[in-house]
């Protein structure tokens, strides 16, 4: 079982930065893949990024890529995702999940997810 808490959220203004944290429960927290995903009022959950717990490979979602960082720290049980160049269509809460296996993008591989933290970009 794998307990996540995400944090770091809030309101800002079109081109700013945030950087959302999500922690993890458990001593094996270094063999499951990271995900970020969002979803916006009235619009289903898009994946955003992730992250595999062995070599570190990562994966973006076209609209984020160039703009969004995801990292982890396995000593903390942490994960982290860095976002610059915030627009407005960013707005949404977002949810940190993990996976046993490898990166994915599709939302029903994942097993354990947190609350989520929201993100609100004024234009």
């Known amino acids: 079982q794998v307990q996540l808490v995400e944090s770091g959220g809030g309101l800002v203004q079109a081109g700013g930065s945030l950087r959302l944290s999500c922690g993890g429960s458990?001593?094996?927290?270094?063999?499951?893949?990271m995900g970020w995903f969002r979803q916006a009022p009235g619009k289903d959950r898009e994946f955003v990024s992730c992250?595999?717990?062995?070599?570190?490979?990562?994966d973006y979602a076209d609209s984020v890529k160039g703009r969004f960082t995801i990292s982890r720290d396995n000593a903390k049980n942490t994960v982290y995702l860095q976002m610059n160049s915030l627009q407005p269509e960013d707005t949404a809460v977002y949810l940190c999940?993990?996976?046993?296996?490898?990166?994915?993008?599709?939302?029903?591989?994942?097993?354990?997810w947190g609350q989520g933290t929201q993100v609100t970009v004024s234009s």
């Open positions: 992250m595999s717990g062995s070599v570190g490979s990562t």
């Open positions: 458990g001593r094996t927290f270094s063999i499951y893949a």
């Open positions: 999940t993990a996976r046993r296996g490898g990166c994915s993008t599709s939302l029903g591989t994942y097993q354990y």
